[in-house]
């Protein structure tokens, strides 16, 4: 699923690769007005479409976020959308992603991220079964929200510019604030039925450089612990860090060394 502009389209990699004349050093060109063999029309929107997120555990459900404020999930082979929110008041929204329970993969929890990803809000499935079942409509209802606030920057621009990476296994999901040159985990108590879950704890971790962009993995220990390894494009460098979030949620901010480092100039050269 790629989203262009106001558009959301489904490409068929395996449909794509076998057409005539494609290869890795000419590639196909399409346009989005007469599309390829392989490459599916889903939807089309008014609005330039901010983020586009597809849950984990039902694959053919997406959500679509706008700058327009609006918010969408959809089955993708559907032209309506299954439900319609507007979380942030009308404000534009520059997240919005699925965090599925490793327990239950019927228990979702969709956060939405407000402008610079400053506000996030939690909404979980209305049905206290959770999403068990597709169909033709979905009830969503609002749990909780976290917001940041900084008291050295009166600008909330000059204090924040956050990017978010969700961790569905280890019940995180990372902020990543260039301005501050921090990452902030936040940890999902899913419990035991949707509306239950909530934010239970958040750790800052403090790096040297700011954050251009980032993923992230985990791993489960046999203990229940979980690994959390960090990848970020920073200024400077691409490095690999690993989070310790044993520490109790009131300590100071946590510095953290990366792992491994490749400086970015080292990086160009290598592809040269």
């Known amino acids: 699923m790629v989203a262009i502009g106001n558009r959301i389209l489904k490409i068929d990699t395996m449909k794509v690769g076998k057409l005539e004349g494609f290869s890795a050093e000419e590639p196909l060109s399409c346009s989005v007005d007469k599309l390829i063999d392989g490459v599916q029309f889903v939807c089309k929107h008014d609005g330039e479409i901010t983020e586009?997120?597809?849950?984990?555990?039902?694959?053919?459900?997406?959500?679509?976020?706008?700058?327009?404020?609006?918010?969408?999930?959809?089955?993708?082979?559907?032209?309506?959308?299954?439900a319609v929110l507007r979380?942030?008041?009308?404000?534009?929204?520059?997240?919005?992603?699925?965090?599925?329970?490793?327990?239950?993969?019927?228990?979702?929890?969709?956060?939405?991220?407000?402008?610079?990803?400053?506000?996030?809000?939690?909404?979980?499935?209305?049905?206290?079964?959770?999403?068990?079942l597709p169909s033709d409509a979905e009830s969503w209802q609002f749990n909780q929200t976290l917001e940041l606030r900084s008291s050295a920057e009166s600008?909330?621009?000059?204090?924040f510019f956050n990017q978010v990476v969700a961790l569905p296994r280890a019940g995180l999901f990372l902020l990543a604030n260039a301005k501050k040159n921090a990452i902030y985990a936040i940890h999902i108590d899913y419990g035991p039925y949707p509306a239950a879950t909530r934010v239970d704890y958040i750790a800052e971790f403090i790096v040297t450089m700011p954050i251009l962009s980032l993923t992230g993995t985990s791993d489960s220990l046999p203990g229940g612990e979980h690994i959390v390894q960090v990848y970020c494009v920073q200024t400077q460098?691409?490095?690999?860090?690993?989070?310790?979030?044993?520490?109790?949620?009131?300590?100071?901010?946590?510095?953290?060394?990366p792992i491994s480092t490749n400086s970015l100039s080292n990086l160009q050269k290598m592809t040269k």
């Not at 984990?56 to 082979?77: H, N, P």
């Not at 990803?117 to 499935?125: A, G, L, P």
């Not at 600008?155 to 204090?159: G, R």
């Open 52 to 82: 586009l997120s597809m849950c984990q555990w039902l694959t053919t459900r997406l959500t679509s976020a706008f700058l327009d404020g609006m918010v969408k999930i959809w089955e993708d082979r559907n032209a309506l959308p299954l």
């Open 87 to 132: 979380p942030h008041d009308g404000h534009p929204v520059n997240s919005a992603t699925f965090l599925t329970a490793p327990h239950r993969p019927d228990h979702i929890v969709f956060i939405i991220g407000g402008p610079l990803n400053r506000e996030v809000k939690i909404w979980t499935s209305a049905s206290d079964e959770g999403w068990l």
């Open 155 to 159: 600008k909330v621009e000059d204090a």
């Open 237 to 257: 460098a691409i490095q690999q860090y690993a989070l310790d979030l044993t520490h109790p949620a009131t300590s100071p901010p946590m510095h953290i060394n």
